[in-house]
């Protein structure tokens, strides 16, 4: 697990820990394998994750990391994006938040780009 600021940043797959404060989901998909009551996720914000079309063309390999991270900062600036940012921010004010992911390296992933903007 990492940490930024009050934010954490942990997979779905540990459990979770007595200081995470709100766990909040940040995957465009429900990860495989887990049920919902054991991932204690108190919000799942889909309007902030990367579109579908931009989740698969990453995976398919059309295009380097710097690139998706561009695409991926368009996609926050969209009003639904930038609200639920807001409401995101508002979270980490009131108090610890944990982005809870599924993706094995969340350096190199859509986490990365939301800490930023964060």
Not at 82 to 95: H, K, N
């Amino acid at each position: 697990m990492s940490s930024t600021e009050g934010i954490r940043v942990a997979r779905i797959y540990d459990p979770p820990g007595p200081d995470d404060g709100t766990r909040v989901l940040v995957d465009r998909l429900w990860p495989r394998g887990i049920a919902k009551a054991d991932a204690q996720v108190d919000s799942w914000p889909k309007a902030l994750t990367p579109s579908n079309e931009l989740r698969r063309w990453f995976h398919a390999g059309g295009g380097s990391y710097e690139e998706f991270a561009d695409r991926y900062a368009s996609e926050l600036a969209a009003p639904e994006a930038a609200e639920a940012l807001a409401e995101l921010r508002g979270l980490v004010a009131g108090g610890p938040v944990t982005l809870v992911t599924a993706v094995k390296d969340p350096a190199h992933s859509h986490v990365s780009v939301l800490l930023e903007h964060l």
